[in-house]
Structures are given as structure tokens and as C-alpha cells.
């Protein structure tokens, strides 16, 4: 698991740094902490999380975490929550999540793409501890799906389909939580380029339409725009299932800590 808990304070284990820096944690289980953290204060009463906000203000050290949550609006219908991630004295991050209550689909039919990520044929159905598992798969790789990163370092599409160890030290992850640490590979999958990852992002956007299902989720990037130095990504998260959302990050060239897996 990213982390042990003790009295309400989060405490990171070796798994939880960040490939930039042994000094930061990583984008994925920060996010996931921030989901499970707005889930278990403020999920979900007959509630669906659809859309997941993370600020990232200055890089989360590799120290202690604790929380302050506020419930921003709760309505029949929307719910709206805070979460601060606190490290000492300062904030360093923020999650806001956005809860709606499921009801009935309006008539009509709406346009939606046709193209769809397909998931690897193998399938693990086991207790979620003890290791993670992801596969990697781009559009110029002709075997398509391997767990060897160096293999898709190239200038097409990425997608990746992952399983990830707890958030929390023997605690099963919920579906939006597993979402929330999976689906923080948007940065990752939208900004690989032929020579690494050169981009580190400073939020991260989930919209989720359903959540999913099993214990792996896949995130396909969808786009990429830059220029001097600024990027925006866009992914399409999905399950065996099919598309169930979207993942958008905004970010900032890091190029001096450029991470390549060739």
C-alpha cells in the first residue's frame, strides 16, 4: 500500500515516491488519498462521484499528510466537497469532488465516438494487496499490449490498463478510488513522448459517467496540445466494460528532470 494511517495522520511508505523525486510523493497515490479522504467524509448516501478536481499547489513531500474537509453544497440532488491536504503548516493540495444522484435516462439518441481502447486479454481476479500490474500498449507497438515500458516509448498514442496496490495499507480500494489513482495517468499517458515524459502536471480532472467495474481500469490519451513549455492532455478512462470517463491535466515542462524509460 502508499500509505499507513495513524490517529488521523497519513503516513507514506516506500512505494508512494515519486519518480521525479525521491523527496515528493507520486501523482497517483496523492490522488488517491485526496478521493478516498472526500469518499469517506462526504460519500456517498445514494450519491455518484462525477467529476474529481485535484490542485496540485507545490510538489507533496515525502512527510507526513493530514486532512481538513468541508462540505461545500448539499442539495437532493448535487453535492460538493473539499478536501486540504496539509503538510506541517501549509496546504499543498486540494480535492474537490462533485456527487450527483443517479436518476433515469432523458429519450433520444446522442452522438458518441465509435472508437473504443480495448482492454489486454489477460484478467487478475485476486484480493487487491500485495502488487500492482500495468500494461502498457501504443498504436505503433504491433503486438500491441506488454508490461515493458521501453517497448512503447514512441511518438503514437499511449493507453494503459493498470491494478494497483492500496491506497491505504490492507484496505480494498472502492471503485472511485481506484479511479482516482489509475485515472492520474492522464499526465503520464497524454505527455510520453519518443524521448520520455518531459511535462509534470499541476491538476488533474476526472469525470466519471458510471464507475467501473473489476478491479482494473485503463486510460487512453486522447489529445495533447503545447507550446512553450505549457501543455494540456485529455484521456478516455474505461473497464472491460467500455468507456466510462474522461481525464484532463494541465502542466508545465519539467525537461531538466525529463523521465525516459528507453
Known sequence: GYFTESDGTYLPTKYAVSPWSSTMLAGPCVTGLLARELDKDHGPDGFVPARLTVDLFRPVQNAPVRFETTRVRDGNRIRVADAYLIQGDDVTARGTVVYLRPSEQPPGTVWTRDEHPTPPAEAFDGPETGFARTWF????????????????????RKRMWSRQIPVLVGEEMSPFVRTAVVGEGTSFMANWSDEGVGFINGDLTLTLSRLPVGTEVGVEADHHLSADGVAVGTSVLFDRLGPFGTGAVTCLANARRQVNFG
Open 137 to 156: 500498449g501504443s498504436d505503433a507497438h504491433p503486438e500491441g499490449w506488454s508490461q515493458v515500458r521501453a517497448e512503447h516509448q514512441n511518438a503514437s
